[in-house]
């Protein structure tokens, strides 16, 4: 074997022919990345037609990159190697991230490395298509490359003076955020779709979003921010007292809850939520749909927007809201402390995911009780590996019980999370049909469906505990999105609930960022901003205040201030792609500058 392969490194054309296909090398990267971000063949060949400036930008940013890999590591094996192992990689993340939880990957999910695993633990399915094909023409081409002992003819220091070189000039080059989006104009690429990440890398495919991304990772000043603005926005707002009785507050984030009723073509053995269909016939509940800026994952967006009333979309997209979280942070939560309740967290996950240990004391809980708080408080039962809903509830009443004081008690559950794997038979209560979705999604809509009928019951067993109880109580109950159900939101494109591929319309986006809520009492309850008991519409941070307002407790001066935005539009978010008005503009820029004043302002 050495001696053919010192036989071909000395057979001229061969060595030719490995330099030269060092050329195309950059473009295979390219297409690797842009083909798993635009998922079709023909939504990528539409991508490099009509936005070809966009594309060249991505093609030269590959070529940048893979001459300062070759003069770093001199062997074009070596380089080629590390430079698509990374296209690859990042790639499949690009993919799997969409296909699962409708974000493409950010930069700031390279600060979640240290939860991959917890991540992983979510992902389901095989290999993108062609996948396969792409690392095996890598590992062949890198193999040629090694055999043929292709490298640079320049010495090492004189590789790594050049590369230093380049890489200055670079920084030169894109220093300073206003040179860089210079730069980025030239080659017309749309620094305004950061608003809507997925026309975004649609638009400007993935190297040239994710590069527009990177140039406004840190919290940027909102159009119109000052401390003086922010002042004069709440100077007109008071505040008020609570009237009446405190009532203990229970907020039930259900993971993944929707009503897959609303899926067309789906028939249940059974219903899935005879509870929840109970309780929205009865006088003291208000349900609807909430909006929120999340389908399949992310839940601590919703979940940061209904705890704090603040703005995720005025936070770099893809950040974690809580890393901003590091002093006393007003907020729904703070506000109960304020008026002498005890404030207590659960979820039945590990407590530094999404830094929510960290955040959770600033925003003001007394308490956070996280997988392994809870399993020493009582028997946890699972299915799917995830706690059940069942075994949580219990313990939820448990420390209502033992609380003399009003008690706000926030509980994330986790039953119901992703992957949504084929069970075995024995594992089906309710049966699901469909003439129109695939075996792989209809499997997928049978495991989701057991665990909306357990929630369902959580619902009920929820209800039932506050009808028994002497003091007052409240029950909020929501989803924070809808589940997956298939790679790329397939069960809903088959079924004709909306479409995966052609979605920026707005009722389809109304369908697919809307998630059920209810909001009940063993108490009569005030309408507040509800003009009826169901069909509500409102966005996710205004849901804390919809039940203050249902139970006359006190409001902060920005509480009431989000009471005049929702006057505006109940159920704005940036998802929606609503049209714009100039009230709605100044309500959003009202709700941003806060947002920011309160996370990073002085």
């Given amino acids: ?51 070809t400036l966009p594309a060249l930008f991505g093609l030269l940013v590959c070529c940048v990159v893979f001459l300062l890999t070759l003069l770093l590591f001199g062997r074009a094996a070596l380089a080629c190697g590390v430079m698509g192992g990374v296209s690859i990689l990042l790639a499949f993340i690009n993919y799997m991230k969409l296909a699962l939880n409708g974000d493409h990957f950010f930069p700031k999910d390279v600060l ?52 230093a070189s380049a890489i200055s000039l670079c920084a030169v080059f894109c220093s300073g955020q206003a040179r860089t989006t210079s730069l980025l104009e030239r080659f017309t690429i749309q620094t305004e779709f950061t608003m809507l990440q997925s026309l975004n890398y649609e638009e400007n495919g993935f190297i040239g979003a994710f590069a527009l991304n990177l140039n406004s990772m840190t919290l940027q000043q909102p159009r119109g921010y000052s401390k003086e603005y922010v002042d004069q926005l709440l100077a007109g707002y008071k505040g008020t007292e609570t009237t009446g009785e405190k009532f203990d507050v229970i907020l039930v984030l259900s993971e993944s809850f929707c009503d897959l009723r609303e899926i067309p073509g789906l028939t249940f053995s059974q219903n899935p939520l005879p509870r929840y269909d109970e309780l929205l016939s009865r006088d003291n509940c208000y349900s609807g749909s909430t909006y929120t800026n999340a389908i399949g994952g992310g839940t601590v967006r919703p979940e940061f927007e209904i705890l704090t009333g603040l703005s995720t979309e005025a936070l770099p997209s893809g950040a974690t809201p809580y890393e901003y979280v590091d002093h006393a942070l007003e907020g729904y939560v703070s506000n109960y402390k304020d008026a002498g309740y005890r404030t207590i967290a659960m979820h039945p996950y590990d407590p530094n995911f999404y830094a929510r240990i960290n955040a959770y004391p600033w925003l003001g809980f007394d308490a956070f009780y996280g997988w392994d708080e809870l399993d020493q408080m009582g028997e946890l039962t699972y299915k799917r590996g995830y706690t059940t809903d069942q075994s949580l509830e219990v313990l939820m009443e448990q420390v209502l019980d ?132 169901t069909g509500n519409e409102l966005s996710s941070y205004y849901l804390l205040d919809a039940a203050a307002l249902c139970t006359g407790f006190q409001l902060t001066p920005y509480m009431e201030l989000l009471l005049d935005c929702y006057a505006v539009s109940p159920m704005y978010n940036e998802r929606l792609a609503m049209d714009m008005t100039p009230e709605l503009q100044q309500s959003i820029q009202a709700r941003h500058c806060v947002t920011y004043e309160r996370l990073r302002g002085s």
Wanted: charged content about 15%.
């Fill in 1 to 51: 074997m050495s001696n053919l392969i010192r036989r071909l490194r000395t057979v001229r054309p061969l060595r030719w022919a490995g330099w030269f296909s060092l050329l195309f090398f950059p473009f295979y990267c390219c297409l690797v990345l842009e083909y798993y971000n635009a998922g079709r063949l023909d939504a990528l060949r539409t991508f490099w037609q009509l936005h």
């Fill in 112 to 163: 979640m490395a240290g939860e991959a695993s917890s991540l992983l633990s979510f992902l389901s399915g095989g290999l993108p298509k062609y996948m396969f094909q792409a690392v095996l023409l890598l590992v062949i081409w890198c193999v040629g490359l090694a055999v043929l002992g292709l490298r640079l003819p320049i010495r090492r220091t004189n590789r790594l003076f050049f590369a």
């Fill in 402 to 533: 033992q609380s003399e004081q009003p008690t706000f008690l926030f509980t994330i559950t986790m039953q119901n999370h992703q992957p949504f794997n084929p069970l075995p038979q024995e594992e089906i209560a309710l049966t699901v049909t469909s003439d129109k979705l695939s075996q792989e999604n209809l499997d997928a809509v049978t495991t989701y469906t057991q665990g909306l009928f357990d929630a369902d019951q959580m619902l009920g067993a929820l209800a039932d505990y506050v009808d028994g109880r002497e003091r007052p109580t409240l029950l909020i109950f929501f989803g924070d999105h809808k589940p997956t159900l298939g790679v790329n939101w397939s069960a809903y494109d088959e079924s004709g609930f909306f479409s995966a591929t052609d979605n920026y319309n707005f009722q389809d986006r109304k369908k697919m960022y809307s998630t059920p809520f209810l909001i009940y009492s063993n108490r009569e309850l005030d309408p507040g901003l509800f003009s009826q008991n």
